[in-house]
């Protein structure tokens, strides 16, 4: 008889190691490798003997649904990231920054849907019945018919659900704190978070409920525990924000049902989350238009259109190496956007320090913001505020020309919406609007950019031999 053999397992990232190590070689985490048994739980090896299966029904792809495929909540922010609402038999996954609103935004969601009629039950592993209760009398929400249970065994909440009807909504909060007595492992290790989601998942596929699981994150940002939970589930969703500000982004970035990189905007408040209908405001309402170095970018996060402002800030350096600090974009575009502004249009910021941010601490992750943040810079350096009334987009290539981008009568219409009258976007844009009060300038090379804010002089310093 084959000896068995145990596995050593990295609890932090999931790597498999053949012995036990100090360090993981997948993460470099220390004394985080646990030995675990490969015949125990789900995914067990040869050692147990396997049981004879049964056929399955095969079906069509044609045919009726019996009932509404999605549950909407009311809460039209929520309903947009979703993809109009959650989609029943479905598992999403929520994760977030500690105390950044997860079970607040949850409880007004379960309320919502109980009042709509629906069975919700919640199901809390990290505080106690009464700590709940307190957080839905704060939030008007305890009227509202949801049921409460905390309990993390994952055998007693399945055996819970099935007891009476068939529920519509089920939160976890968290998969985290689940256990399983099939699984020889500490709660929140990689086994048991496998193990609970894999049978939570496989309930809510079984009985048509929607299963919203509450993930923790790690210092990254990413979700904590084995990987394979996102490519288990059918939507994932993070909920970010700075706690300096009082918005929160609740941002798709896997969802099987519906359209990815929607966001949806909260407003925190003693009440709990407030809807934010139109983001750009919020994101525009401390703007100093007189100020040099701050350009409004017209960018679109899924199918929505949102204005933020871009601030730069070109400063003289002391040191031998000029510092360059990013907060709300990539910092290798940010070197790219440098390297162009200085090959194609003379413009010298090697000895100059560069601060770029995103107001309201907002992230911007489509090459759109190009032409904002080129702008920005040569308006910071030269010392010159840009037109208030005026948006900018547009992707810069390495050869100095402006590309186009997708969705520009979105942003127009959105910029004009919002009182601005101007607009500079690449030449050859597509679906340009007419604009009843305004203008759009195009632009062919980020040149055309330098020349159009400080004019045909230079705006840095320049090499003797050049003058």
């Known amino acids: ?18 012995r036990w190590v100090g360090k993981c070689d997948g993460c470099g985490a220390w004394n985080t490798i646990i030995e675990e048994d490969p015949t125990a739980g789900i995914g067990g090896g040869p050692g147990k003997a396997p049981k004879k299966g049964r056929p399955v029904t095969l079906t069509t792809l ?25 989609v029943r038999g479905s598992a999403v ?9 997860k079970s607040t935004l949850l409880m007004q969601a379960a309320a919502a849907l109980a009042r709509r009629g629906n069975r919700v039950i919640y199901v809390s592993g990290e505080e106690a019945v009464a700590q709940v209760r307190l957080r839905a009398q704060r939030l008007n929400a305890a009227d509202a018919g949801v049921l409460l249970a905390a309990e993390t065994n994952v055998e007693d909440i399945l055996a819970t659900l099935s007891e009476d009807k068939r529920p519509d909504l089920v939160i976890i909060d968290s998969i985290q704190t689940l ?56 939507a994932v969703m993070y909920f970010e924000g700075d706690r300096g500000h009082h918005y929160r982004i609740m941002r798709t970035v896997k969802n099987r049902f519906g359209p990815t990189d929607e966001i949806g905007v909260f407003e925190m408040s003693d009440r709990g989350l407030r809807e934010v ?16 170095g701050a350009a409004v970018f017209a960018g679109i996060e899924g199918t929505r259109p949102v204005l933020v402002e871009v601030q730069a800030l070109v400063a003289p350096t002391s040191l031998g190496t000029p510092r360059r600090a990013v907060v709300g974009w990539d910092s290798s575009r940010l070197a790219m956007i440098l390297a162009v502004l200085e090959a194609h249009c003379r413009v010298r910021l090697g000895n100059y320090d560069v601060y770029l941010n995103v107001a309201g601490g ?22 010159q505020a840009l037109p208030k009334e005026c948006v900018y987009f547009g992707e810069i290539s390495l050869s100095g020309a402006i590309r186009p ?28 609007p007419k604009s009843s009060n305004g203008s759009w300038n195009s632009i062919e090379s980020l040149m055309d950019l330098v020349v159009r804010i400080a004019g045909s002089k230079h705006v840095g310093p320049t090499d003797p031999d050049e003058e």
């Open 362 to 383: 907002y992230r911007i992750s489509e090459p759109a913001a190009d032409v904002a943040v080129a702008a920005a810079l040569v308006s910071s350096l030269a010392g």
């Open 179 to 234: 256990w399983s007595d099939v699984a020889e492992a500490a709660p929140g290790t990689v086994t048991q978070v496998r193990v609970g989601a894999q049978a939570m998942i496989r309930f809510a596929k079984q009985t048509g409920a929607t299963v919203v699981l509450v993930g923790h994150v790690t210092k990254d940002g990413q979700i904590a525990g084995p990987r394979v939970v996102e490519h288990m589930v059918d």
């Open 277 to 292: 209908a139109n983001p750009s405001e919020l994101f525009l309402g401390e703007r100093n238009e007189k100020a040099p």
């Open 93 to 101: 996954l929520i994760g977030g920054d500690p105390g950044i609103g």
């Open 405 to 432: 981008v997708s969705h520009t009568g979105l942003r127009l219409k959105e910029a004009e919406k919002l009182g601005f009258q101007a607009a500079v976007l690449p030449s050859g844009s597509a679906e340009i």
């Open 62 to 86: 044609s045919g009726e649904i019996e009932e509404a495929p999605r549950i909407e909540s009311g809460i039209s922010e929520l309903d947009r990231v979703t993809g109009g609402g959650f």
């Open 1 to 18: 008889m084959a000896k068995t053999r145990s596995h050593f397992i990295c609890q932090n990232c999931g790597a498999v190691h053949s």
